[in-house]
């Protein structure tokens, strides 16, 4: 495939992973549960995913081909264990867009009443998803246009939310509401940490395009560390805004519209709306341009029927494996559920989390120095394992089942290829 995907390209990736749907109704779920402690929880939870986003870093500068953490499992922890990590990113990869593919019919159908409907809605969905699979299908290069287009747009309007709410505030200091300091319980901090790692979550999708990168084992270190610095800073600063600018934060259903409305009137909740239209499209944009390549991935290593690893003869692109990931996300948002997948998507990730921080430990010793060597990485990995086993404990039964049943489909395709290898020949 065309090396064609640079540093600051690799940035606007993953900050386009990142910055989906959630950020527009996040803050009043962070606030129904911490109240004016939801702040201080973005920087909590910020810090907890830079510590294992620092080990992923330190094994993506290992590696220069496409496959992300399911290349990195399976050559640091074997077969098996690559083969989890895929069908776990195939689950988060596919069921969180598709949710917010829902929820972008459902804002259209706000702005245009006729679009209400099951049919109605179908059809966009179908358009929406159908004409981003065109645009990666003919080029990746046009694929990293629209991600680079929509990244920038979303970061400026998400920029000048927090400053235009922050200068109101300034300017009519009656405007503010007081941040309150009330009762907090464990289980309301470990809910508003698993949504935030939701919220931070996606950028692992960034890296599955190593083989289309220039110099990934440069640059994607560098992208994964930026891009989370700047994912903790607009966090914090919206959920500083909402709760600073709106009476029962956590009652809201629309936080950052209804914030907007109180320090710009009407039209900045409309502004916000509109908002959320672009950056919901341009999440979907980053998803059809990297989570595509995961079937082809696994079919490059043999995990998967080698029609998945096809290249199109024109457009240098794995055609097969866009168009099938293409019809799964469709599928999936025509059934899909996007408060479910929010947590299902956290609780999977943790799990190829802490597969990574012990693919940190396998690959040193392997391998030895990585070219970006993370200091005391030893207690990195502890800590980062840490965490995912604390945060994994307070999922529920729920979620459990789907990572259980994950793991057994897993077992079964992994038994499979063993006996296809162990047939004579």
């Not at 307070?394 to 047939?423: D, P, S, Y």
């Amino acid at each position: 495939m065309v090396r064609t995907i640079g540093r600051w390209s690799l940035v606007a990736l993953m900050a386009n992973s990142m910055l989906g749907a959630g950020i527009f109704g996040l803050p009043s779920l962070i606030a129904a549960r911490l109240d004016g402690y939801g702040p201080l929880s973005c920087i909590v939870a910020g810090c907890g995913v830079l510590i294992i986003a620092a080990c992923i870093a330190e094994i993506s500068s290992r590696f220069d081909s496409t496959g992300g953490l399911y290349l990195y499992g399976r050559e640091a922890l074997g077969r098996f264990v690559g083969l989890a990590i895929a069908w776990l990113m195939l689950l988060t990869r596919i069921a969180a867009p598709a949710a917010a593919a829902d929820l972008f019919a459902n804002y259209l159908g706000q702005f245009v009443p006729a679009w209400h409907g099951t049919f109605a809605e179908t059809t966009v969905l179908g358009l929406l998803i159908g004409h981003l699979a065109i645009l990666n299908y003919v080029g990746v290069k046009t694929g990293k246009i629209i991600s680079n287009l929509f990244s920038a747009i979303k970061v400026a309007m998400l920029v000048l939310f927090i400053g235009g709410g922050l200068l109101a505030m300034v300017m009519k200091p009656e405007l503010k509401v007081p941040l309150h300091f009330g009762t907090t319980t464990t289980a309301g901090w470990f809910e508003a940490l698993l949504l935030l790692v939701f919220g931070y979550g996606g950028f692992e999708g960034a890296l599955i395009v190593g083989g289309e990168s220039r110099n990934p084992k440069r640059d994607m270190p560098f992208a994964l560390l930026t891009a989370l610095a700047l994912q903790c800073f607009l966090y914090t600063g919206v959920v500083c805004v909402v709760l600073s600018t709106l009476v029962n934060a956590g009652g809201s259903t629309r936080p950052l519209a209804d914030s907007a409305r109180m320090f710009c009137g009407n039209w900045g909740a409309t502004a916000i709306g509109v908002g959320a239209l672009v950056s919901t499209y341009g999440y979907l944009s980053a998803n059809l341009l990297h989570s595509a390549r995961i079937p082809f991935s696994l079919a490059e290593q043999g995990d998967f029927p080698k029609v998945f690893a096809a290249i199109h003869n024109r457009f240098r692109t794995p055609h097969i494996s866009i168009a099938a990931y293409s019809a799964a996300l469709f599928i999936f948002a025509a059934l899909g559920d996007f408060r479910w997948n929010a947590i299902l998507s956290a609780a999977t990730r943790l799990v190829a989390y802490g597969a990574m921080a012990v693919a940190l430990l396998a690959l040193r010793r392997k391998d030895g120095p990585a070219p970006f060597a993370l200091p005391i990485g030893v207690a990195f990995s502890g800590a980062s394992l840490l965490i995912v086993l604390v945060l994994l404990s307070h999922i529920g039964k729920g979620e459990a089942a789907v990572l259980g049943l994950t793991a057994v489909v897993a077992l079964v395709n992994w038994g499979i290829l063993r006996a296809k290898k162990a047939e004579p020949a």
